[in-house]
């Protein structure tokens, strides 16, 4: 029985286990005990409760930073990917994200060797799954969760809105909405109310949170806000205004979809054709294309036919993609 099969199967459980270890959050239990942990630290006057609380972050932030080290070392920009994770809404990790760029990279490798592909092809497509794979997970969370917040949050100015016409503060107005409207806008407005309780300014806490969104809508809310405490105004008014715009926005993205889905479906089809006729082939007849896994030319020859494809499918994307 060769070798290399085995040490890759053991290289893959390896993985699987270490991945399901990062990606698997704590039992209920276990959260409901810490949070009555954290309770209890929080209101105690005791200084040994108090003291022990402080050593237990202090431990809790070393071994956090032990375990993202490594991945901070290998990644090229360590702070651009923390925030694509922080955007996606979920608490991962640079060590979470790296396993399972590590997992999913040694999976495909073992099905590839166990398949009888090359080694080194299969090493190359393996590397290639495991960081265009995530990267491109994270980016469709990412997009999604931005359409339901560009979505919501005209509804939430709304609520502002009615909120400043009432008589309320626009500090008020910000728990409202983290109170009233649905995530992911609740979710963020109640990050900037927190932000606001513990010390920061109104500026500082909606600033830093337009910088993680990296959305102009949300941009242009905290844009207003600043002019709107340079010059004066009626707020409540000037936030209608900016409401009606982004509403007409979200319409105009709309029209510009309905008009380029024709030419954005061509680019799909042309993109996929090879790729979907290779593969009835290679189902109809594994021989004929065999070739291109075994035969350096044919291996060669594809490799530059997929980069030319490559350019070409990006400058479709790019032909039918709009910027408003």
Same mark, same amino acid.
């Given at each position: 029985m060769p070798i290399l099969p085995v040490v890759i199967f053991g290289l893959v459980l390896i993985g699987a286990v270490v991945l399901i270890f990062a990606i698997s959050g704590p039992s209920p239990a276990k959260v409901q005990s810490r949070r009555l942990e954290e309770l209890r630290e929080r209101h105690s006057r005791s200084a040994e409760i108090t003291t022990q609380a402080q050593m237990k972050k202090l431990m809790a932030s070393r071994k956090t930073s032990a375990i993202d080290g490594l991945a901070t070392s290998l990644m090229p920009n360590p702070a651009l990917l923390r925030l694509r994770l922080s955007r996606t809404g979920k608490n991962w990790t640079l060590g979470q994200y790296m396993t399972a760029c590590a997992g999913i990279g040694m999976f495909v490798l073992f099905i590839l060797t166990v398949r009888g592909a090359p080694f080194f092809l299969s090493l190359l497509i393996a590397i290639m799954a495991g960081l265009g794979l995530p990267h491109f997970i994270v980016g469709k969370m990412i997009?999604? *969760?931005?359409? !339901?917040?560009? $979505?919501k949050f005209p509804d939430a100015i709304e609520l502002m809105v009615r909120g400043l016409r009432s008589g309320l503060p626009i500090s008020e107005t910000l728990g409202i909405v983290a109170s009233e409207v649905p995530a992911p806008v609740s979710t963020e407005f109640q990050n900037v109310s927190d932000k606001m309780k513990i010390g920061r300014t109104m500026e500082q806490a909606l600033q830093e949170t337009a910088d993680r969104l990296g959305t102009p809508e949300f941009q242009f809310f905290v844009i207003? /806000?600043?002019? !709107? *405490?340079?010059? #004066? #105004?009626? /707020?409540?008014?000037?936030?209608?205004? /900016?409401?009606?715009?982004? &509403?007409? &926005?979200? !319409?105009?993205?709309? @029209?510009? @979809?309905?008009?380029?889905?024709? $030419?954005k479906a061509s680019a799909i089809i042309v993109g996929a054709l090879p790729f979907i006729v290779f593969g009835i082939i290679f189902m109809l007849n594994p021989g004929y294309m065999g070739g291109f896994f075994s035969e350096p030319r044919l291996m060669i020859a594809g490799s530059v036919g997929l980069g030319w494809m490559g350019i070409g499918v990006f400058i479709m994307a790019k032909m039918v993609s709009f910027e408003i």
């Open positions: 997009n999604r *969760r931005v359409a !339901q917040f560009t $979505s207003t /806000l600043a002019i !709107q *405490r340079e010059t #004066g #105004g009626n /707020l409540g008014e000037t936030l209608a205004n /900016l409401s009606d715009v982004l &509403r007409k &926005r979200a !319409q105009m993205k709309l @029209k510009i @979809k309905a008009m380029s889905s024709e $030419s």
